[in-house]
């Protein structure tokens, strides 16, 4: 018994040994030099774990709670997949061929899937009055600093108003509102016309995301989910 014992313990002992130098042999594996200073494998991974570790742990997370609702969402068709790849392409310009990207444009359906229902768009329409005329004629509106003193003052000179629903951007008089506020008025020319515009109320909507919306802003779209999505699990990081 005795013998058996130490026989044992000289097995355990190689054993370890071998452990030990395999673990020494990777940890102080070298990886590079600079002018002679060896840089090994242990300080990569001490990078690693400084820099990276605590995304390589979100992304793992939210990768999981992503799943949980993949679950209920119907398998795509080979059609849908292919109108998928489309938008797909839009963030990974390298993308040729679906059947090569066929995993990476299931993903991004799903995920898209998902930005649709958690995410939405914000919106805003600026409803304005319009007068169009020569400077003369407008000269009068020129000093009115709100909505309700124009339709005054263009009611008692007889100047025609018309009332519209503007996008911030997308607009016929391709003017961006998004730094004007309520009452600012604006004065552009058209060929030997002055159009004057005030802005009567600015209204915020909420709309959903198309698919164009959602290639064009993916990273940050994901993101939002992501969040939204660890609210709803309850995820704690330690």
């Known amino acids: 018994m005795k013998k058996i014992a130490i026989i044992l313990s000289l097995i355990l002992m190689v054993i370890l040994v071998i452990i030990s130098l395999k673990y020494f042999g990777e ?4 990886v590079a030099e600079i002018d002679g ?7 990569i991974n001490k990078v690693l774990d400084e820099k990276y570790f605590d995304r390589a742990v979100n992304d793992v997370v939210e990768k999981k709670i992503r799943n949980e609702e993949i679950k209920t ?29 066929l995993e990476e444009t299931k993903e991004y359906y799903y995920n ?10 914000k919106e805003k329409n600026y409803l304005v009055l319009t007068a169009k005329g020569d400077h003369n004629e407008l000269s009068n509106l020129l000093h009115t600093s709100e909505a309700d003193e124009f339709i005054k003052v263009a009611k008692k000179n007889n100047i025609k108003i018309k009332s ?8 016929d008089y391709q003017i ?22 005030i802005i009567k109320d600015i209204q915020n909507k909420k709309a959903n995301l198309s698919n164009q919306d959602i290639a064009d802003t993916y990273y940050r779209q994901l993101t ?10 309850n995820v704690k990081n330690f």
Do not use: C, W
């Open 176 to 197: 961006d509102f998004s730094n004007y506020k309520k009452n600012a008025l604006v004065h552009i020319m058209d060929k030997d016309k002055m159009i004057l515009i």
């Open 112 to 121: 898209t899937v998902l930005i649709k229902k958690y995410n939405e768009k």
């Open 73 to 101: 969402i119907k398998a795509p068709t080979k059609k849908t997949l292919e109108k998928t790849f489309i938008y797909y392409q839009m963030i990974n310009k390298g993308a040729k061929n679906l059947e090569e990207h």
């Open 27 to 30: 940890t102080y594996k070298r």
């Open 37 to 43: 200073e060896v840089i090994v494998k242990k300080d």
């Open 164 to 171: 519209e629903t503007l996008d911030v951007q997308d607009n």
């Open 224 to 233: 939002l989910l992501n969040n939204k999505l660890r609210d709803k699990y």
